[in-house]
């Protein structure tokens, strides 16, 4: 059978995990990328008691050889990829504002997903309706940054930075995908209850997931190169 195949980065728990089950309910193949071997395992376990077609991956995506692992394991058995949310990130801004803590952010954030897209691109256009989305953050945007509204206190320059970077390279690589069938778009999940936002936060991890699952499952004629919270675009 020739099933939709979708691969998702740090998708050991948190959002990824559920962008991964809910991928999985509508009858797509999941991959769940983590850096631990035994936690992608565990996480795959789970869905597969939800009777979801979910395998685990060793995947640090700031690790070359992972990377080449992946895209040659992908290939043997598949032969192409349909989906690639790249959700693996992270937030190191209470560590302070150090070149190093930058470097970091940058290399998870940014680096880490550029390469691994970088590698599954060829697979990526072996399917018919290849999807990118990239998980960003409202932080991410210029806009947010500047305006008086809920986040612009927010000092977090390795994150936002980070995630900024993310967001130009979502629309340069929509330009150099114009004309093929592989979209991709920047998400923003909200602000969601999981390690990263904290028990404060205002959104349960489901519906944290929706807007990665609606960038991933987009039909041929939606959009590429924008930026969405919700199927709403948001200003870059
Ligand atoms: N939660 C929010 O409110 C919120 C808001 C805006 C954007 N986001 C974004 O949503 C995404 C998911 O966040 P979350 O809230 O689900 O956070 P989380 O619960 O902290 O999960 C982050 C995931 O990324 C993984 N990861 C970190 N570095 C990695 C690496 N080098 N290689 C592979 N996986 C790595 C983690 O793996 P380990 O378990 O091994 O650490 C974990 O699986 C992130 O990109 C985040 O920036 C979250």
């Known amino acids: 059978m020739n099933h939709t195949i979708a691969l998702i980065t740090g998708a050991n728990k948190g959002i990824g995990q559920e962008i991964a089950r809910q991928l999985g309910r509508q009858g797509i193949v999941v991959l769940l990328g983590a850096r631990s071997l035994c936690k992608a395992e565990q996480a795959a ?24 692992e992946a895209a040659k394991k992908i290939k043997a058995e598949y032969g192409k990829l349909d989906i690639l949310v790249n959700n693996a990130g992270i937030y190191l801004d209470h560590e302070g504002d150090g070149v190093e ?36 953050s ?3 945007s210029l806009g947010t940054i500047m305006s008086d509204e809920m986040y612009a206190g927010a000092s977090a320059p390795g994150y936002t930075t980070s995630k900024a970077a993310l967001n130009a390279w979502t629309a340069q690589l929509s330009i150099q995908l114009r004309g093929t069938n592989v979209k991709v778009n920047a998400c923003h999940p909200g602000w969601v209850k ?20 609606y960038l991933a499952t987009l039909p041929s004629d939606g959009p590429s190169g924008q930026f ?9």
């Open 45 to 68: 376990a789970e869905l597969q008691a939800e009777q979801i077609q979910a395998y685990p991956i060793e995947l640090d995506i700031t690790d070359d050889r992972h990377i080449q």
């Open 101 to 136: 803590m930058l470097r970091r952010s940058f290399d998870t954030n940014f680096f880490g997903a550029y390469a691994l897209t970088s590698s599954l691109l060829p697979l990526l256009k072996e399917s018919p309706a290849g999807r990118i989305v990239n998980q960003s």
């Open 194 to 213: 999981t390690e990263m936002g904290g028990a404060g936060a205002v959104m349960e991890i489901d519906e944290g997931a929706e807007t990665a699952v």
């Open 228 to 236: 969405f919270h919700k199927q709403e675009a948001l200003p870059w």
């Open 138 to 140: 409202i932080l991410g």
